[in-house]
T-cell receptor
Framework: KQEVTQIPAALSVPEGENLVLNCSFT??????LQWFRQDPGKGLTSLLL?????REQTSGRLNASLDKSSGRSTLYIAASQPGDSATYLC?????????FGKGITLSVRP | EAGVAQSPRYKIIEKRQSVAFWCNPI?????LYWYQQILGQGPKLLIQ????????DSQLPKDRFSAERLKGVDSTLKIQPAKLEDSAVYLC????????????FGEGSRLTVL
C-alpha cells in the first residue's frame, strides 16, 4: 500500500526566502506525481505534474523534482511571497490510484 | 474553460439527516472523482467514475453513502443518514483519459454535522 509523507506539517519563513517542501513515498513504481496548492476553505489547485520518466518540472518561481529510486519529490519555491501562504499537498499516482500526503502548511511572513 | 463546479458550498445538518452534493466536471473529462477531506488530512478517495461506470468505490461507506453519474457528466453524492464523523469537505475532481491524467478540483462542499 502506497504511503505518502510530508514533513514538517507546518513551516513559517520570512518573505524573500527560497524554500524546499519535501514529499516522500514508499512504493517507487509510480506513474506520476502531482503538487497541489490549497488555500483555506478552497479546493485544490494543480501546480505541477511530473511524469515518472521526468526528473523535474518548472512553472514560474516553482520547480518540482522527482527521484523515484529514493521515493522523494521536492517543491522548490524561489523568492517566497506572503501570497504563497497556503497548504501544499503532493499526490502520487500508482496502479490507477492517487494517494495524497497530509500537506505542509506554509506561512510566509512579510 | 469552465472549471469543476460544485454545490452547495456549505451545508449544516443534524445527525441522521440526509444531504446531497452535486458536481459538474470540466467539459470532456471522462473521469470524475469524489474525495473526502477531513480537517488536517489529505483527501481520501470515496469513488471514481469512468464515464458513468464505477472504477473504484472501495473506500465508500456503502451503508450510508451513495453516488451516481447519470449520462456520464454530472454526478451526485448522497449521505443518508449522516453521522458526526462525516463532517468534512467533499471535493469533486475530474480528469481526461488522455495524457498524464492531471486532476482538476472544484471548490468543495463543506459539510458540518451537528
Amino acid at each position: 500500500k502506497q504511503e505518502v509523507t510530508q514533513i514538517p506539517a507546518a513551516l513559517s519563513v520570512p518573505e524573500g526566502e527560497n524554500l524546499v517542501l519535501n514529499c516522500s513515498f514508499t512504493d517507487s513504481a509510480i506513474y506520476n506525481l502531482q503538487w497541489f496548492r490549497q488555500d483555506p476553505g478552497k479546493g485544490l489547485t494543480s501546480l505541477l505534474l511530473i511524469q515518472s520518466s521526468q526528473r523535474e518540472q518548472t512553472s514560474g518561481r516553482l520547480n518540482a523534482s522527482l527521484d523515484k529510486s529514493s521515493g522523494r519529490s521536492t517543491l522548490y519555491i524561489a523568492a517566497s511571497q506572503p501570497g504563497d501562504s497556503a497548504t501544499y499537498l503532493c499526490a502520487v499516482r500508482a496502479n490507477s490510484k492517487l494517494t495524497f500526503g497530509k500537506g505542509i502548511t506554509l506561512s510566509v511572513r512579510p | 474553460e469552465a472549471g469543476v463546479a460544485q454545490s452547495p458550498r456549505y451545508k449544516i445538518i443534524e445527525k441522521r439527516q440526509s444531504v446531497a452534493f452535486w458536481c459538474n466536471p470540466i467539459s470532456g473529462h471522462a473521469t470524475l472523482y469524489w474525495y473526502q477531506q477531513i480537517l488536517g488530512q489529505g483527501p481520501k478517495l470515496l469513488i471514481q467514475f469512468q464515464n458513468n461506470g464505477v472504477v473504484d468505490d472501495s473506500q465508500l461507506p456503502k451503508d450510508r453513502f451513495s453516488a451516481e453519474r447519470l449520462k456520464g457528466v454530472d454526478s451526485t453524492l448522497k449521505i443518508q443518514p449522516a453521522k458526526l464523523e462525516d463532517s468534512a469537505v467533499y471535493l469533486c475532481a475530474s480528469s481526461t483519459n488522455r495524457g498524464p491524467g492531471e486532476l482538476f478540483f472544484g471548490e468543495g462542499s463543506r459539510l458540518t454535522v451537528l
